[in-house]
């Protein structure tokens, strides 16, 4: 029985959607409350701040600092065999809501918490993923 090699991808909900679909035209955009005008990250139905319904996605700036991360060393799936090491990183954006992603263009000895980075987008089969590097202060 062969391996499989290939690596999981997002499966949208429909709550998740409008961010997958802004990733894949290269952009980052958040759900966004009409009431309160805050955001947040995961999508969800309702705002977390005021709990308002009236909720849309809005396109954010890409920038952000690690908050926090972790190196992985193993392999969990077969997919990941040519990456480790790699970063899973905790990215506080400039407008506030964190995200889990990787940290990439960089070796994984040099991330910092409080590293700026920048959103970059990587294709992976027919989804795209959101991840960061580094970039000047
Ligand atoms: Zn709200």
């Known amino acids: 029985m062969s391996e499989v090699k290939q690596k999981p991808v997002p499966r949208p909900a429909p709550e998740s959607a409008p961010y997958w679909a802004a990733a894949r035209e290269r952009r980052l955009s958040l759900p966004k409350c009409e009431d309160c005008e805050g955001n947040w990250f995961p ?5 977390p701040h ?5 909720v849309t996605f809005a396109d954010v700036s890409g920038r952000g600092k690690v908050y926090s991360f972790v190196t992985f060393h193993r392999v969990y799936h077969p997919g ?14 400039e407008e506030g809501p964190r995200l889990l992603s990787n940290v990439i263009g960089v070796a994984p000895e040099d991330v910092r918490c409080e590293m700026p980075v920048e959103v970059v987008f990587e294709d992976v089969g027919e989804a795209t993923i959101p991840k960061f590097r580094p970039r000047a202060a």
């Open 80 to 93: 990941f065999e040519g990456d480790v090491p790699y970063v899973v990183a905790l990215i506080e954006l």
């Open 43 to 47: 999508p969800s139905r309702t705002c």
């Open 50 to 54: 005021c709990l308002s319904a009236r």
